[in-house]
């Protein structure tokens, strides 16, 4: 398997547009993780899905952002309208099960709000 | 606040040596992971361990778990210069998911 597929890896917008960034879970496991790193905040847990529904988002930090999971091998992470405070590097992640193995994360997609 | 704390932030050590870093937590938990990270990648999972168990191993690796002290400590020995990079601890508090903490920073000198 190719393990946790991220897109793009690089992304530089401007303050005001919309940003999608997607991922593509290791096939067969059923949780997926977003996840944002910054420097100040370390990382944090923004939403994950179980069997593509839904499960905790209260880590999403507002309205602006939203993610969906149509399927099971592919979820998107949406910002709109961005700010430069979104800046961070965002990682998607998928599991078997949560608590029954570690989480496979992807190589991450680095955002950059100017 | 945090539920899984790193210490130190940071730590310098000559290749060869062992490196020990630790992890505090707040509330009961169901497993502790422990990840790496190297520089501008993404985590790499490196060992879950249950609260159950006290003591797991991986190679290099040692990690134990002290569940009445809320504490868990990973042991990377005879450290290599690859070893250099970000190590996460990570707990899921009973019902919630895993939350990590800010990490440690590993150098290891040649």
């Known amino acids: 398997d190719a393990g946790v597929i991220q897109s793009p890896r690089h992304e530089v917008t401007e303050m005001g547009q919309e940003v999608t960034l997607r991922c593509k879970p290791i096939?067969?496991?059923?949780?997926l993780f977003w996840y944002r790193q910054t420097m100040m905040r370390g990382l944090e847990l923004l939403i994950y899905?179980?069997?593509?529904?839904?499960?905790?988002d209260s880590g999403m930090p507002e309205d602006r952002f939203s993610a969906k999971m149509p399927n099971a091998s592919f979820s998107t992470l949406k910002i709109q309208p961005s700010e430069p405070r979104d800046s961070a590097v965002y990682f998607c992640?998928?599991?078997?099960?949560?608590?029954?193995?570690?989480?496979?994360f992807g190589p991450g997609t680095r955002l950059t709000v100017l | 606040s945090q539920q899984g704390e790193e210490d130190p932030q940071a730590l310098s050590i000559q290749e060869g040596e062992n490196a020990t870093m630790n992890c505090s937590y707040k509330?009961?938990?169901?497993?502790l992971q422990w990840y790496r990270q190297n520089s501008g990648r993404g985590l790499v999972h490196l060992i879950l361990?249950?609260?159950?168990?006290r003591e797991k191993h991986s190679g290099r690796l040692r990690v134990t778990l002290d569940t009445s002290k809320k504490s868990s400590s990973l042991l990377i020995t005879a450290s290599r210069a690859a070893d250099t990079a970000s190590y996460f601890c990570?707990?899921?508090?009973?019902?919630?998911?895993?939350?990590f903490g800010p990490g440690t920073r590993l150098s290891v000198l040649p």
């Open positions: 509330t009961s938990i169901n497993n």
């Open positions: 992640a998928s599991s078997l099960g949560a608590g029954v193995a570690g989480e496979f």
């Open positions: 096939s067969g496991h059923d949780y």
């Open positions: 361990i249950r609260s159950n168990e």
């Open positions: 899905f179980n069997n593509n529904v839904p499960i905790d």
């Open positions: 990570a707990t899921d508090a009973r019902g919630q998911n895993f939350v």
